[in-house]
């Protein structure tokens, strides 16, 4: 069953029944000034910083669904009967409701007792606030006297500590309500700089601050006390739970509509001017009026989301293509592209799956999503590798993870996981492959954050690659440390106490269990250093990564190679895992992807039989399960992975993140028909039909499907904040449909369905706009007969960039 559909001419999802499976949500701000926000409302707002600077409380894990939002509450005078134009918190039944999720905007239309309201969220570019323009027409044929009541709960800032923290808490809270503006200013009087304010552009009938005086005591949001009485309170908050809620009155004829704006604001005041008058502890204001006054505006509200609209149709704009199928289209040319500039922003911070406390920018993690979103927003990508860069370790080696706000490593979800570094050379040859601009391997990056330690990026790259060399186990193969890519392979864990965790606890040495996903991935790194090394004339490095990878290239026949597939790890006992030899975890999906996207195995057969391997024992029809069998019981050598009941998470659940790996190799090998129907089975929009089963957004991809080992087998969890989102990306537009940026130039290389006739794609590369139409006139999958390039035959796939050329058409006829 769907609970909505795509409107693709308008780029949205539109949500018909607020009564979705789970919240399904959306994101505000793109740049500093971020918001979730669900299709009832639901959600909260933090200035760059989930955990640090957050603006409004939200309650997880909760009962009901989704407690705590961007409130709206309407009430008809005459009878006293209200309700929530978003649905939640009140529930009420609507007449009418729609939502449209947008990029970076939504927009909550309904229609209860013949009053219409639809109010629109979004986040203006370059300022650090968001609006919600509330329309209300009345439709009901006779004149209404309506009250309309916003309502937020301010966070203490520091989330944790809010959450926890309350001995203080209650007795901190402070606000200040000046010309009808809500300020927040909790700790503003000693160290913070910063405040929130809530605004509205209508004259106030009152407001409210204190939450119990709004709500009454022991009551929820769905049935506060001042929309049962009509009146706020005019309450100011001295500690307890500051909130921000206005309270308006509004006439309205029959027919007549009318518009309310209201603004949630982040603003920071010069550390040495904070007050006014300066010997006061009142805020001073003098900048932030004018913004405020600027967005009470109509006109400028409208003009700002039409600011926002073309600035994502120059996003997207960058690659839009035409192929046979609907779901592909949708997901490449909107979707996908813009869930990959949300994972760029939130790394896996702020979902409704990550709580924003937990976790910052993962080293790995935002290596990965530069794949993705690399080609809209090259420059801050570059950004983006010099802060990861700035963090790494001296040895090479990475903190696992940085805070946004103060761009510092730390060790709280561990270190040591020996996969890290080398992502950063994969991420730098992306942004490299791009943007060909190669002056970023010369940027003077610090380590650890530590002034004096600067070298050129470049040299980062070369200790990423020495740190694999490094730490060679008993069969040469990488050593695993902490844990590979799967975070929850933790063979050097052995944690048998309940609650310790498998990310930061270690028992053994780490100096036998080794990795072969590690050993596919540093032959891939190696590659990509060979190009950037050779670009740069420096013989000896290229000879060195050269050697280097052939080596392993060996040791993966020698050790890593099972016979039909290839073996995930060596654990702490020298014992093979992934391999005929175990009961459990006989074959893991990790190894086969990236050992063929090194290249392993596509000569001598090897890799057409890990795939068939692959087909036969991890492919289900909603996924590529992770491994097979599932681990039935907890082994203590094996850590996390086996901590998961059977068909979740890591164990054996479909952990989407792999399943472009397979699609990559299988146009490795030439299978376009494979790779594609590989493509369909996770692509979101290709399952809305299932949302009952599918439950999570069909916009977007989500980590995990519950794999076949799982009772709910094919219900998907963990929304957004995925590297699904960039390989994905990175399977479908550059080896399906085989637009590829290669350091010299453009590749075309399409490995598609027999079926397809062919597609088209238009492509911003380097600052040129490509066109390229491919025809399949022979229905095969992979191989260009003849390519032309503004009319001009060429051989092979590569188109060079020629300077000062800004539009090339290209032509690939397949045979
Ligand atoms: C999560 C993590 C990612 C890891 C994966 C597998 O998606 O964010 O870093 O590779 O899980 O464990
Ligand atoms: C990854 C895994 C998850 C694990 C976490 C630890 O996200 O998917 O299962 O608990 O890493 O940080």
Redesign the pocket.
């Known amino acids: 069953m769907k609970y909505g559909h795509f409107d693709d001419a308008s780029r949205e999802y539109i949500i018909a029944r607020p009564d979705t499976p789970l919240p399904w949500i959306n994101y505000l701000g793109c740049e500093a000034y971020f918001g979730l926000i669900s299709n009832t409302a639901g959600g909260y707002s933090f200035y760059r910083d989930a955990r640090l600077r957050r603006l409004t409380r939200y309650r997880y894990n909760n009962s009901p669904l989704d407690v705590g939002g961007r409130y709206l509450y309407l009430r008809d005078n005459k009878s006293g009967k209200y309700w929530s134009p978003s649905w939640m918190p009140t529930r009420t039944k609507l007449d009418e409701y729609e939502c449209r999720h947008g990029q970076g905007y939504t927009i909550i239309t309904s229609k209860f007792n013949g009053i219409k309201s639809s109010t629109r969220y979004f986040v203006p570019l370059g300022e650090s606030l968001e609006l919600w323009q509330v329309t209300l027409t009345n439709e009901s044929g006779s004149d209404s006297d309506l009250s309309l009541f916003s309502a937020i709960e301010f966070c203490l800032w520091d989330a944790n500590d809010d959450a926890t923290n309350f001995q203080r808490n209650y007795s901190i809270g402070q606000v200040e309500i000046a010309d009808e503006v809500i300020y927040h200013k909790t700790e503003y009087r000693e160290r913070r700089d910063h405040f929130a304010y809530f605004a509205c552009s209508e004259k106030l009938a009152g407001y409210d601050t204190q939450r119990e005086a709004f709500l009454g005591n022991y009551r929820g949001w769905d049935q506060p006390r001042a929309l049962e009485t009509g009146e706020s309170v005019n309450s100011e908050a001295h500690g307890w739970q500051p909130i921000g809620s206005h309270h308006v009155k509004i006439h309205l004829r029959a027919g007549e509509q009318k518009q309310v704006i209201f603004i949630l604001g982040y603003h920071e005041n010069p550390k040495d001017d904070k007050f006014d008058p300066p010997t006061s502890q009142i805020i001073n204001k003098k900048t932030v009026k004018p913004i405020i006054e600027k967005y009470l505006q109509p006109a400028n509200v409208d003009e700002a989301f039409n600011i926002l609209r073309d600035y994502w149709t120059m996003l997207l704009g960058k690659f839009q293509a035409t192929t046979p199928d609907a779901d592909t289209n949708r997901m490449v040319n909107i979707w996908n592209a813009y869930q990959c500039m949300v994972t760029f922003n939130m790394s896996r911070s702020a979902s409704y799956f990550e709580s924003g406390i937990g976790?910052g920018m993962g080293f790995r993690d935002s290596n990965q999503d530069l794949l993705g979103f690399v080609h809209m927003i090259p420059e801050r990508a570059r950004e983006r590798i010099l802060d990861l860069s700035a963090t790494q370790l001296k040895n090479g080696g990475a903190f696992h993870q940085y805070q946004p706000l103060t761009k510092r490593g730390n060790n709280d979800?561990g270190s040591g996981f020996n996969d890290d570094p080398a992502w950063l050379v994969i991420g730098v040859a992306a942004y490299i492959k791009e943007s060909g601009d190669w002056s970023i391997l010369d940027e003077l990056v610090q380590y650890e954050n530590e002034a004096g330690s600067e070298t050129p990026l470049y040299e980062h790259l070369q200790r990423s690659i020495q740190y694999t060399l490094d730490r060679l186990g008993p069969n040469k193969l990488p050593l695993i440390g902490r844990a590979d890519w799967n975070?929850?392979l933790n063979l050097n864990c052995f944690s048998d106490t309940p609650g310790q965790s498998f990310?930061t606890t270690t028992n053994r040495d780490g100096k036998v269990a080794e990795s072969v996903f590690i050993a596919g991935l540093f032959v891939l790194a190696c590659t990509e250093m060979a190009g950037m090394a050779g670009n740069r004339n420096d013989k000896a490095e290229v000879s060195k990564v050269q050697k280097a990878a052939a080596e392993m290239e060996k040791t993966v026949w020698a050790s890593g190679w099972d016979g039909d597939w290839f073996r995930r790890a060596y654990d702490n006992f020298g014992h093979v895992l992934g391999s005929k030899e175990n009961s459990e975890g006989r074959i893991f999906i990790e190894p086969q992807g990236i050992c063929i996207m090194a290249g392993l195995g596509v000569d001598n057969g090897n890799a057409i039989k890990a795939l068939d391997s692959v087909d036969e024992h991890l492919a289900t029809p909603h996924g590529i399960v992770l491994q097979q069998p599932a681990f039935s019981q907890y082994y203590l050598h094996l850590g996390?992975i086996s901590s998961y009941p059977p068909g979740y998470?890591?164990n054996a659940g479909i952990f989407c993140h792999t399943n472009p790996w397979i699609m990559i190799a299988e146009t490795i090998v030439g299978r376009g028909d494979r790779a594609f129907d590989y493509y369909r089975r996770i692509n979101p929009s290709a399952r809305e039909e299932i949302s009952e089963l599918h439950k999570c957004e069909p916009y977007v991809y989500a980590q995990m499907i519950a794999g076949k080992d799982a009772v709910t087998h094919g219900e998907a969890k963990n929304s957004w904040l995925t590297g699904t989102a960039a390989w994905n990306y990175a399977a479908i537009t550059q080896y399906i449909l085989g637009i590829r940026p290669g350091f010299e130039g453009l590749e075309i290389d399409p490995v598609i369905p027999a079926n397809w006739e062919g597609f088209k794609v238009t492509r911003v590369f380097r600052g040129a706009t490509y066109h390229i139409t491919v025809t399949n006139p022979k229905h095969i999958c992979k191989g260009a007969e003849k390519v032309t390039v503004n009319g001009k035959q060429v051989e092979g796939g590569l188109i060079r960039v020629e300077e000062g050329v800004r539009e090339v058409n290209v032509e690939v006829v397949m045979g």
């Open positions: 976790r979800v975070d929850c990310q996390e998470k890591e």
